[in-house]
């Protein structure tokens, strides 16, 4: 006896084992013809067999008028090609999906080893709901080279887990006659019919979410309300009204483990990637080679909105540009410990000079920690961007710490100027123009984390206090004119100190007073 091995699933070469042939079913595959019951007739004998069977389809063009279903193990869906095999949605199939794999949640009990490949699915513009690909309660499975055209949704997998996903193309240009609210393109979500609710051990490579350039004609490129372990590498997702890719924390089952690399989220009219939920606490994602783009339409790049409730999130080598408010909004106090490594916020604020900041972190909001990157000047054009501040933190930003990152080339300033006791920055790169401070107050606020200011007197001649900050903090004032500094205050000297024409003082914040490192007269 031969064997033939076929995606996991060994068949008997015996005539009740051979792969079946939707033809052979009834199924005429001519575009024409309702090819649904010949189709599933196909599926329900594979079920019948103890190991089950593979389900062939020939070239062609099926015409589906219902959904056709797999709840059996081991029963795979082959088409010959993307390039040759179609399944296509009648018209007047407007609800429901197209191809399901489904266990059975009422008993908790999952199928395995089943799969889908090498098919192109189009769908029609009158679909009010349904995906194309629905799995749920399924493990141990496949889903290769699969391409779907319009439609409602695509992709939904629920409560499945040890998913391979490879080569999935979505591509919608058309907008439903009921309109788009509500409608996501791939989504992983929960059922709590299963001893698994949320997906797991998921793994989805070299996909395409798209819809069109000039519109928007979905709400969501990527959805997850839940997860154990998800990995999204070598993907484009694009054309979103809402965000290409969001994670909502909105079921008592946590988002957990979620892995990103390589992914572009090009041009959208909302968010680029969106964080929101406070059902259940997200934990561990990590983001990798990220390229967040707006396009001159887009919203904001990447937007922790507020309640938002995140923690433990790692970013590197993310580029967010072309939005029109901010490259990053972080307004939630929930969404914390966040490590941003080589983070570059360029030429947001887009369509408007001084509109929004480059980074912003919200009043309440931190334990963010930023190393190197740089949030301004695009340096390939070597023009200024049109962003308020590189980053703007709010009074009342807490724990954040700024090391290494040039945030020169804004329209206003590099940083704002707030009191920052909580707030650790050195070795930030400033505009010239930053350094230079016209006194007149005495009690001056500088950028935060600056390390060098060149004081020119203006209403007043005197300073009597600096504004605190963290602790370590250095700074060097250089005078153009004849200023006092009072020692009376929160400046510790160690004698008089009135300044000639570019004489320099120098100070360390012990977390309570400028203490005098030393002086220079000129």
């Known amino acids: 006896m031969s064997l033939t091995k076929i995606r996991g699933a060994i068949f008997d070469s015996a005539d009740n084992h051979l792969p079946v042939n939707v033809k052979d079913y009834g199924a005429k595959g001519d575009g024409v013809t309702d090819d649904t019951s010949a189709i599933q007739a196909a599926i329900d004998y594979a079920e ?9 389809f020939p070239a062609g063009n099926y015409l589906l008028k219902a959904g056709i ?5 081991n029963v795979i869906l082959k088409g010959e090609s993307r390039s040759t095999v179609t399944i296509t949605r009648d018209s007047t199939f407007t609800t429901g999906n197209t191809i399901s794999f489904t266990g059975d949640d009422s008993s908790g009990s999952i199928i395995n080893n089943v799969g889908l490949e090498n098919v192109y699915i189009i769908g029609n513009i009158s679909q009010t709901a349904g995906v194309h690909v629905y799995v749920e309660g399924v493990t141990k499975s496949y889903f290769h080279n699969i391409e779907c055209l319009n439609g409602w949704g695509a992709f939904e997998f629920q ?6 996903l490879y080569g999935l193309y979505v591509f919608n240009n058309a907008d439903p006659t009921s309109g788009h609210s509500g409608r996501k393109l791939l989504q992983f979500t929960t059922n709590t019919g299963y001893a698994s609710a949320s997906c797991g051990d998921v793994f989805l490579t070299n996909f395409n979410v798209r819809g069109n350039v000039s519109a928007a004609y979905f709400d969501t490129g990527i959805y997850c309300d839940s997860a154990d372990g998800i990995w999204l590498s070598n993907g484009h997702v694009q054309g979103s009204d809402v965000a290409n890719i969001q994670f909502d924390a909105a079921q008592t089952e946590p988002i957990g ?4 690399d390589n992914v572009m989220l090009d041009k959208c009219w909302g968010y680029g990637l969106h964080f929101k939920g406070s059902t259940s606490v997200a934990r561990n994602l990590s983001f990798n080679n990220l390229h967040v783009k707006g396009a001159g339409t887009g919203t904001v790049g990447i937007y922790a909105e507020s309640g938002a409730t995140f923690y433990g999130l790692n970013f590197n080598g993310i580029n967010v540009n072309q939005f029109n408010e901010q490259g990053l909004l972080i307004a939630s106090t929930e969404f914390k410990n966040s490590i941003w490594t080589g983070l570059q916020c360029i030429a947001n604020s887009y369509n408007t000079v001084n509109n929004a900041s480059g980074i ?8 963010v920690y930023f190393y190197g990157g740089l949030s301004g000047r695009d340096a390939t054009a070597v023009t200024d961007s049109n962003q308020e501040y590189g980053m703007a933190l709010n009074a009342g930003a807490v724990e954040v710490t700024i090391d290494g990152m040039d945030l020169r080339g804004n329209a206003t300033a590099s940083i704002n100027s707030i009191t920052a006791n909580t707030i650790v920055a050195r070795n930030l790169l400033f505009d010239d123009a930053d350094r230079n401070y016209t006194l007149d107050t005495l009690n001056p606020i500088f950028p935060v984390g600056i390390d060098f200011v060149r004081i020119t007197n203006g209403a007043q001649t005197q ?19 004849v200023t006092t500094v009072s020692g009376a205050g929160n400046m510790k000297l160690d004698s008089a100190y009135v300044s000639t024409s570019n004489s320099t003082i120098s100070f360390l914040y012990d977390g ?9 007269i000129v």
């Open 48 to 56: 019948s067999l103890t190991d089950g069977v593979a389900v062939l």
């Open 257 to 260: 483990l979620i892995f990103i």
């Open 463 to 481: 300073i009597n206090n600096l504004i605190s900050a963290s602790t370590g903090q250095r700074i060097t004032l250089m005078f153009v004119g």
């Open 360 to 367: 912003v972190v919200n009043s309440g909001c931190g334990y």
């Open 512 to 520: 309570t007073n400028w203490l005098e490192t030393g002086r220079s």
């Open 159 to 164: 409560a499945s887990t040890q998913l391979d």
């Open 69 to 73: 279903s797999v709840d059996s193990s």
